[in-house]
C-alpha cells in the first residue's frame, strides 16, 4: 500500500514540478551573448544583444535568445546587430561561420567585417569611372580588367544603396 501512495503523490507533484521547471527556463534570459570575430580584431566580446540577423549560405536567419544550437555557414552579407530596442548596427561580411551554443552564447567568425557607416558614395564614383574606361580607347585587356574590376565595385554599390533603403 505505501508503494501506492508513493506513486499517487509523485503522480500529482510532476505536473507541478514540469511548470515550474518550464517557467524558470523562459525567466533565464531574455538577451544572447555575441562574440564577433575578425582574425586581426574583435568587434564583439560577449556582449548582451537582443537580436542578430545573418544571412547564411541556407537562408536568412533571425537568431534571439534561447535558440537551438546549430553552426551555420555565411554568405558575403549583411550582419545586423539589435543591441536594445530599435538601436542596430550593421556590417558587411565577406563570409564566416556562426555558431550557436547552448546557454544564449553566439559567435561569428568572419575573415573581413566592414561597418555600414563606413561606406562611402565613393563605391558608386569608383564603379562609374571604371564603366568609363571600359568604354574608352583602350585595349580588350584592360577593358575587360575595368568591367572585372566594375561588376565587384557594382555590387558593393546595389548592396550600398539597398542597405541605405533598409
Do not use: Y
Not at 544583444?49 to 553552426?71: K, W
Not at 575587360?144 to 555590387?155: A, C, F, L, N, P
Amino acid at each position: 500500500m505505501s508503494t501506492l501512495c508513493l506513486l499517487s503523490t509523485t503522480a500529482r507533484r510532476a505536473p507541478k514540478l514540469l511548470v515550474s521547471q518550464c517557467h524558470s527556463h523562459a525567466e533565464v534570459s531574455d538577451k544572447i551573448k555575441l562574440s564577433l570575430v575578425l582574425p586581426h580584431q574583435s568587434i564583439f566580446t560577449s556582449t548582451d544583444v537582443i537580436e542578430v540577423n545573418i544571412t547564411a549560405t541556407t537562408r536568412d536567419m533571425g537568431i534571439l535568445a534561447n535558440h537551438v544550437p546549430s553552426i551555420e555557414p555565411l554568405c558575403p552579407g549583411v550582419v545586423e546587430v539589435i543591441e536594445s530596442g530599435s538601436v542596430s548596427k550593421k556590417w558587411f561580411v565577406s563570409g564566416g561561420f556562426t555558431t550557436v551554443h547552448p546557454n544564449d552564447k553566439l559567435t561569428i567568425g568572419v575573415v573581413e567585417a566592414v561597418s555600414l557607416e563606413d561606406f562611402s558614395w565613393a563605391v558608386h564614383m569608383n564603379l562609374q569611372e571604371a564603366l568609363k574606361v571600359a568604354a574608352g580607347n583602350r585595349s580588350e585587356e584592360d577593358k575587360m580588367d575595368k568591367m572585372s574590376h566594375s561588376s565587384g565595385v557594382e555590387s558593393i554599390s546595389t548592396m550600398q544603396i539597398g542597405m541605405i533603403t533598409l
